[in-house]
């Protein structure tokens, strides 16, 4: 599964709305849409402000994860920098001659 199928399902397993994230992480409502759409991915950073507040609110609805189900989601929505971004970005548009 994709970011966007996990995030669209931990979303509607513990019935949290859209709106709620957004508030939550910071992130902005479009942005969010088009993550959960995958039109888009997100970055390492805003996916974990998207993790961070969708176990916040799994925690205020009262919720009572096992460890086990709380890995299971950290693991499906932590995104790792690609490597290629990372290290080769740069030196990608140096040789492209993009300013």
Known sequence: MEFHEHLNAVMKKYHISAKEV???SGIST???SRYRKGERTPD???SQHILSAV????????EKLSEEEQLSIRNALTLKESVFHTQH???LI???NIS
Do not use: M, N, V, Y
């Not at 176990?55 to 009262?62: S, T, Y």
């Open 22 to 24: 957004s508030e939550l």
């Open 30 to 32: 479009s942005a969010l």
């Open 44 to 46: 390492s950073t805003a």
């Open 55 to 62: 176990l916040r609110l799994i925690a205020q609805k009262g």
């Open 89 to 91: 970005f740069d030196l």
């Open 94 to 96: 140096s040789k492209l």
